[in-house]
């Protein structure tokens, strides 16, 4: 998934310090590593780490690279193993002198094809990572075929395909741009005289922006010491008179699970979205229940419109230790329901003799619900009616989410009612592809691929499906 952030400052030096907080706002996009690229109108310098970005970012490194002009990543791996060198921003050092940062969210689909073209005319690779090809693509054509910045990424944008929302800094202009599709969101905003750029409207909001709007997919932010300039692939002379914009295929994931409820993306505010869904998941149901319980907390919102619709008691019932991360969680050391207990813990009067609904936002492996389920009824539930607020996930994901192989997905391989038993649920119900477009205001704008598996761009080829499996399935 990866969050990505910038910050522009006309007057003084707190670019740096700003990108960190945004970067902090948009944790829950990538826990992994994470590092801040700062210009100061001469020189980039960079630091990355492994892990948080309250532990990477202490005062004194902020301190250090305190500059007027910076750019942040934090990173969910899809592409890349876990190590310092996949971190992003990248740093582009060159000959001739100027350097360069990079970063990006998102996966190129095309990958091999477009470093294979690059590593012919001499480009080279420290990493295997998508935000490095991008900036290496547009430094190459940049420097070597002198191109202006902003033609060298409306070329990468009708070369490269596939999902990438990405911030490319000089010594002191920042440049914004996001894929055709606009696979991943961003967004920018004016804070007096400054210009940020985030992943997600939430980390805006705590710089308390003027005014904020998405960056349209296929368009480029240009923040220079003077001016900013917003430049559209169609504007420019580089495609036919009469081209028309792409179909924009925003992730519908990122409604149902990735952001956080109180951000806006894709012309959506994120928690009325999953409200909706929970409210048509209602639809489907008679008196079947006493509680609504969500598995917290990317289901709390869709369990609220469940149980608002419904006028039955929405209770966490359900408590999320936050503290616990992957790496936590080690099934060659416990048995899986202990992993599961360090991080919920049910609150049984909630439970007990209830006719439950507990409600998720997806079922991937299915392993994890059904440990749930299990704990739910040990809680003394009567019964566990589960609903899911998306449709069953069938496909992986190519576009940035780390979804695993399909034959490890439950509902590539099991019918409902067998996934159902498997669970332990005394029912389970997802909802329906053409309820979740109802959800959304502008249905055919959105990727559904994992759903249905109609792909905007074909798959990988097997070269460059280079995918890390999760350890253990993380729901919410
Ligand atoms: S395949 Fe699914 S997770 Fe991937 S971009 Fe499309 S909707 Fe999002």
Redesign the pocket.
């Given at each position: 998934m990866c969050g990505i952030a910038a910050y522009y400052c006309r007057k003084n030096r707190d670019a740096t310090q700003n990108v960190m907080l945004m970067l902090y706002a948009q944790q829950h996009r990538g826990q992994e590593s994470c590092g801040i690229a700062a210009a100061n109108g001469h020189k980039i310098r960079i630091h990355k780490a492994m892990g948080y970005v309250k532990e990477a970012f202490p005062q004194t490194i902020l301190e250090e690279l305190s500059s007027n002009a910076a750019i942040g990543h934090v990173r969910y791996p899809t592409r890349g193993e876990a190590a310092i060198e996949n971190t992003q921003p990248y740093v582009i050092e060159t000959l001739s002198g100027p350097i360069y940062a990079v970063a990006s969210n998102g996966d190129i689909v095309n990958y091999e094809e477009i470093a294979d073209e690059l590593r012919v005319k001499g480009v080279h690779f420290a990493s295997r990572n998508d935000g490095e090809l991008l900036g290496r693509f547009i430094v190459y054509h940049h420097e070597r075929k002198d191109m202006s910045i902003v033609d060298a990424i409306h070329l990468l944008m009708r070369r490269i395909k596939g999902?990438y929302s990405a911030v490319f800094l000089t010594h002191n202009t920042l440049y914004a741009f996001r894929d055709r599709g606009g696979?991943r969101p961003m967004l920018v905003g004016n804070i007096g005289e400054d210009i940020a750029v985030a992943s997600e409207s939430c980390a805006l909001d705590i710089l308390r922006p003027d005014s904020m709007r998405e960056v349209a997919p296929g368009e480029v932010v240009v923040v220079t010491p003077h001016q900013v300039v917003y430049q559209h692939e169609l504007d420019t002379k580089l495609l036919p008179e009469n081209a028309k914009p792409v179909q924009p295929h925003h992730?519908?994931?990122?409604l149902i699970y990735f952001a956080r409820p109180d951000s806006y993306q894709f012309n959506e505010y994120v928690y009325e979205v999953r409200h909706k869904i929970g409210s048509r998941l209602a639809s489907y149901d008679d008196d079947i229940g006493d509680v609504v319980v969500p598995v917290p907390d990317s289901a709390n919102f869709i369990a609220m419109g469940y149980a608002m619709a419904k006028k039955i008691p929405f209770h966490l019932g359900l408590i999320r230790n936050h503290y616990v991360g992957r790496t936590f969680i080690r099934p060659d050391q416990y048995t899986r329901d202990e992993s599961v207990r360090q991080k919920f813990n049910p609150l049984k009067d909630f439970f007990s003799n209830k006719r439950v609904i507990l409600v998720d936002d997806s079922i991937v492996r299915g392993t994890t619900i059904r440990k749930l389920v299990r704990m739910v009824k040990g809680a003394g539930a009567r019964e566990v009616h589960l609903r899911i607020g998306s449709p069953p996930v069938k496909?992986s994901?190519y576009?940035?989410?780390d979804?695993p192989n399909p034959n490890e997905l439950i509902a590539n391989n099991m019918e409902i009612e067998q996934i159902r038993e498997y669970i332990g649920a005394d029912s389970l119900k997802y909802l329906r592809i053409e309820d979740l477009r109802e959800c959304v205001k502008t249905a055919d704008n959105f990727?559904?691929?994992?759903f249905n598996g109609n792909y905007p761009f074909p798959k990988l080829s097997t070269s460059s499906a280079i995918k890390k499996e999760l350890p253990e399935e993380e729901t919410s």
């Open positions: 999902a696979f992730c519908i994931f990122e496909h994901c576009y940035g989410i979804t990727c559904y691929a994992c």
